[in-house]
Antibody, heavy 129, light 107 residues
Framework: ELQLVESGGGLVQPGRSLRLSCTASGFTFGDYALSWVRQAPGKGLDWVGFIRSKLYGGTTEYAASVKGRFIISRDDSKNIAHLQMNSLKTEDTAVYYC????????????????????WGKGTTVTVSS | EIVLTQSPATLSLSPGERATLSCRASQSVSNYLAWFQQKPGQAPRLLIYDASNRATGIPPRFSGSGSGTDFTLTISSLEPEDFAVYYCQQRSKWPWTFGQGTKVEIK
């Protein structure tokens, strides 16, 4: 069974840091790019960032709202990706999902025409004093 | 960034009825559009990609159409499990953006 499991969420004070993890099983994790998406309470979906597979450089892209504060990394030997969140703000409060990018060919380079086909159940991050 | 506007915000229908959901982009996204379904307390589920291709395991009552700036998700005959929130997402230009969602509720 294809599966992604997020962990590491919790309550954190503004300005502090938190690291989320996304553990994969049921597929060759290293072959795929991965995205992070968040959802604030009662709100819609908000794309956070993306990491390419190592074949295509393992490089990252970020939404403007988190660029310079959040860092996505991956350890293919452990089938795990991380979302390091620094300088947290109250508006970062959300459920954070990781999602596999469906296609593993050259579309990974631009991300155009790739889609999130496997999602974890999410982990909740609350930023509050 | 590309803004996706979904309409209506809420659709009140009965089981067995046809649902038609709209997603309009602020600029052309070609056919690089996906539709997701989300039920309360659950993760989103990919329904449609490339505007009209059903994802694995998605029943044929779900269909997508459109290109450029105007897209439609149609559910031909609503089943009880289809009452949920539906989001469109463009995968044409960074940053990837989602519409604000359409809630399909039981009338």
């Amino acid at each position: 069974e294809l599966q992604l499991v997020e962990s590491g969420g919790g309550l954190v004070q503004p300005g502090r840091s938190l690291r989320l993890s996304c553990t994969a099983s049921g597929f060759t994790f290293g072959d795929y790019a991965l995205s992070w998406v968040r959802q604030a309470p009662g709100k819609g979906l908000d794309w956070v960032g993306f990491i390419r597979s190592k074949l295509y450089g393992g490089t990252t892209e970020y939404a403007a709202s988190v660029k310079g504060r959040f860092i996505i990394s991956r350890d293919d030997s452990k089938n795990i990706a991380h979302l390091q969140m620094n300088s947290l703000k109250t508006e970062d409060t959300a459920v954070y999902y990781c999602a596999r990018e469906m296609f593993k060919g050259k579309v990974v380079i631009t991300g155009v025409g790739n889609y999130m086909d496997v999602w974890g159940k999410g982990t909740t991050v609350t930023v509050s004093s | 960034e590309i803004v996706l506007t979904q309409s209506p915000a809420t659709l009140s229908l009965s089981p067995g009825e046809r649902a038609t959901l709209s997603c309009r982009a602020s600029q052309s996204v070609s056919n690089y559009l996906a539709w997701f379904q989300q039920k309360p307390g659950q993760a989103p589920r990919l329904l449609i990609y490339d505007a009209s291709n059903r994802a694995t395991g998605i029943p044929p009552r779900f269909s997508g159409s459109g290109s450029g700036t105007d897209f439609t998700l149609t559910i031909s005959s609503l089943e009880p499990e289809d009452f949920a929130v539906y989001y469109c997402q463009q995968r044409s230009k960074w940053p990837w953006t989602f519409g604000q969602g359409t809630k399909v509720e039981i009338k």
